[in-house]
């Protein structure tokens, strides 16, 4: 009697430990893991998952192990000592088609080939020395609003004009072109050239079924694939058309693209700088420097015409990094995969293991920033410095870390800085501006802002003669 009462204390014991255990992580299902708890925006969706079960996650995604790290002190030990481990990619499908077959600086496994691109990358493609080229980009945006003006306050569309300005930027850098405004080249074309990059960041942006369960794809339960297949031949199409464009200019003309001096390079390192080589570098440079800076300058100004307090602070310093604390251009940083176990939090990490930061959590913590969710600028005046930096990792970390990170903020300071000092602007109307997410591989505003504007009255000399 005593023995079959101590089997039932040690069985109930058992059971609640077991159940505890099962309560204490998000429940797995056959097949496709913890996919069923993903909804979009997906980091909200993991920043949820996050304050129930703790600030590092094991995930399922179908066949994929999955490391969700919500903690800067978790992040920093991915990015330091386990930061070479760590520094290879996932093989997803969007790399196939958009990353020439993974190739592409962004996407490419670490290597000697990657780290030859990434210099190239710092050195030649997005150093300081570019950034004069940007000057008349700017000129030309402020130029057209003016142009524009009258007396009184007018309304325009704001993520358009700053989507046109860094597209001409790029375009500029890349292939010495101008698609908007004067100067600009074959409209048609640039209706190709903004049609490919829409299409390739909504699709790198979007959840691809066969990226975690690989018989999606023959049992057609997405499309995805097939339509990324399918921009990925246009990409390809119309980048090769700018390479042999560029291959034509004759040799006593200015050729400082960074076609041209891939190009160069091409002679004496076809290895390093095929074609291949180049329109990889070309997708990895219009994924960071069009739609990601767009949509941030987008939220910038959407959070300064809710606060026109700030607005009115800002005439003297614009200060973006309060704007991607609260709305990072990556609120995911790009995936990371594990080349070799390791540990991490303690806990053993399997190689192929795939690691996903999310910055968005980290970046409205209430345990990590005094009222998270509200605009403060200020809270930056004294900077970010030490082990503190990790809860705010806007442009990634360790070997990986954006390359165009201090080029970004002067393109981003100057324009906004341009438009704050040479305008004065307002809501449409009272209500505040929807700060809403859309979905998208840079978070974008779920609806385009609509602003009005009017020239500063003591700029109007200087703008009357631009």
Same mark, same amino acid.
């Given at each position: 009697? @005593?023995? /079959?009462?101590?089997?039932?204390?040690?069985?109930?014991?058992?059971?609640?430990?077991?159940?505890?255990?099962?309560?204490?992580?998000?429940?797995?299902?056959?097949?496709?893991?913890?996919?069923?708890?993903?909804?979009?925006?997906?980091?909200?969706?993991?920043? +949820?998952?996050?304050?129930?079960?703790?600030?590092?996650?094991?995930?399922?995604?179908?066949?994929?192990?999955?490391?969700?790290?919500?903690?800067?002190?978790?992040?920093? !030990?991915?990015?330091?000592?386990?930061?070479?481990?760590?520094?290879?990619?996932? $093989?997803?499908?969007?790399?196939?088609?958009?990353?020439?077959?993974?190739?592409?600086?962004?996407?490419?496994?670490? *290597?000697?080939?990657?780290?030859?691109?990434? $210099?190239? =990358?710092?050195?030649?493609? +997005?150093?300081?020395?570019?950034?004069?080229?940007?000057?008349?980009?700017?000129? /030309?945006?402020?130029?057209?609003?003016?142009?524009?003006?009258?007396?009184?306050?007018?309304?325009?569309?704001?993520?358009?004009?700053?989507?046109?300005?860094?597209?001409?930027?790029?375009?500029?850098?890349?292939?010495?072109?101008?698609?908007?405004?004067?100067?600009?080249?074959?409209?048609?074309?640039?209706? $190709?050239?903004?049609?490919?990059? @829409?299409?390739?960041?909504?699709?790198?942006?979007?959840?691809?079924? !066969?990226?975690?369960?690989?018989?999606?794809?023959?049992?057609?339960?997405?499309?995805?694939?097939?339509?990324?297949? $399918?921009?990925?031949? @246009?990409?390809?199409?119309?980048?090769?058309?700018?390479?042999?464009?560029?291959?034509? #200019?004759?040799?006593?003309?200015?050729?400082?693209?960074?076609?041209?001096?891939?190009?160069?390079?091409?002679?004496?390192?076809?290895?390093?700088?095929?074609? %291949?080589?180049?329109? *990889?570098?070309?997708?990895?440079?219009?994924?960071?420097?069009?739609? =990601?800076?767009?949509?941030?300058?987008?939220? %910038?100004?959407? +959070?300064?015409?809710?606060?026109?307090?700030?607005?009115?602070?800002?005439?003297?310093?614009?200060?973006?990094?309060?704007?991607?604390?609260?709305?990072?251009?990556?609120?995911? &940083?790009?995936?990371? @995969?594990?080349?070799?176990?390791?540990?991490?939090?303690?806990?053993?990490?399997?190689?192929?293991?795939?690691?996903? #930061?999310?910055?968005?959590?980290?970046?409205?913590?209430?345990?990590?920033?005094?009222?998270?969710?509200?605009?403060?600028?200020?809270?930056?005046?004294?900077?970010?410095?030490?082990?503190?930096?990790?809860?705010?990792?806007?442009?990634?970390?360790?070997?990986?870390?954006?390359?165009?990170?201090?080029?970004?903020?002067?393109?981003?300071?100057?324009?906004?800085?341009? &438009?704050?000092?040479?305008?004065?602007?307002?809501?449409? *109307?009272?209500?505040? #501006?929807?700060?809403?997410? *859309?979905?998208?591989?840079?978070?974008?505003?779920?609806? /385009?802002?609509?602003?009005?504007?009017?020239?500063?009255?003591?700029?109007?000399?200087?703008? /009357?003669?631009?």
């Amino acid at each position: 009697m @005593e023995l /079959s009462l101590y089997h039932l204390l040690a069985l109930i014991l058992a059971l609640i430990f077991i159940i505890k255990r099962r309560l204490s992580k998000p429940i797995s299902l056959p097949i496709i893991g913890h996919l069923h708890l993903l909804q979009d925006p997906i980091h909200q969706s993991l920043t +949820l998952i996050a304050k129930k079960y703790g600030h590092v996650l094991h995930l399922r995604f179908g066949s994929r192990r999955v490391l969700v790290v919500s903690s800067p002190s978790v992040a920093k !030990e991915c990015f330091t000592k386990n930061d070479i481990i760590f520094a290879n990619r996932p $093989r997803l499908i969007s790399g196939k088609y958009f990353g020439y077959n993974h190739t592409a600086p962004s996407l490419a496994p670490y *290597g000697p080939r990657w780290r030859e691109h990434r $210099r190239f =990358t710092a050195v030649h493609a +997005l150093s300081p020395s570019r950034l004069p080229s940007f000057s008349s980009d700017l000129r /030309s945006l402020v130029l057209k609003l003016y142009s524009g003006s009258g007396d009184g306050f007018i309304k325009t569309d704001v993520r358009p004009m700053l989507f046109e300005m860094m597209m001409n930027v790029m375009a500029g850098l890349i292939a010495g072109k101008r698609y908007y405004g004067e100067g600009s080249a074959d409209p048609e074309e640039g209706r $190709r050239f903004r049609k490919v990059v @829409e299409e390739v960041f909504l699709l790198s942006g979007a959840s691809t079924v !066969e990226d975690f369960i690989p018989a999606a794809r023959w049992l057609r339960l997405g499309g995805a694939a097939k339509r990324m297949e $399918r921009v990925g031949q @246009e990409m390809d199409k119309f980048f090769q058309g700018l390479i042999e464009e560029r291959r034509r #200019v004759e040799k006593w003309k200015e050729r400082n693209t960074i076609i041209d001096t891939m190009l160069s390079m091409q002679e004496n390192e076809p290895e390093n700088y095929s074609d %291949v080589a180049i329109k *990889g570098m070309m997708t990895s440079l219009l994924v960071a420097g069009t739609e =990601t800076s767009t949509g941030t300058m987008e939220w %910038v100004l959407a +959070l300064l015409l809710n606060h026109p307090e700030t607005l009115k602070k800002a005439k003297d310093e614009i200060k973006e990094q309060e704007t991607l604390r609260l709305f990072p251009a990556g609120p995911l &940083l790009v995936p990371r @995969e594990s080349s070799e176990d390791c540990t991490v939090s303690k806990s053993y990490i399997p190689k192929g293991t795939m690691l996903l #930061v999310n910055a968005y959590a980290m970046q409205r913590d209430p345990e990590l920033w005094e009222s998270p969710l509200e605009f403060k600028p200020e809270r930056f005046d004294g900077g970010i410095d030490g082990d503190q930096g990790y809860k705010y990792i806007p442009f990634g970390s360790g070997r990986r870390r954006c390359p165009g990170e201090n080029l970004s903020w002067r393109v981003m300071g100057l324009t906004l800085g341009g &438009l704050i000092q040479c305008f004065d602007w307002q809501r449409v *109307g009272k209500e505040l #501006v929807d700060l809403n997410e *859309g979905v998208g591989l840079s978070m974008p505003m779920a609806t /385009s802002l609509q602003a009005m504007y009017k020239p500063c009255q003591e700029m109007i000399t200087v703008l /009357s003669q631009l």
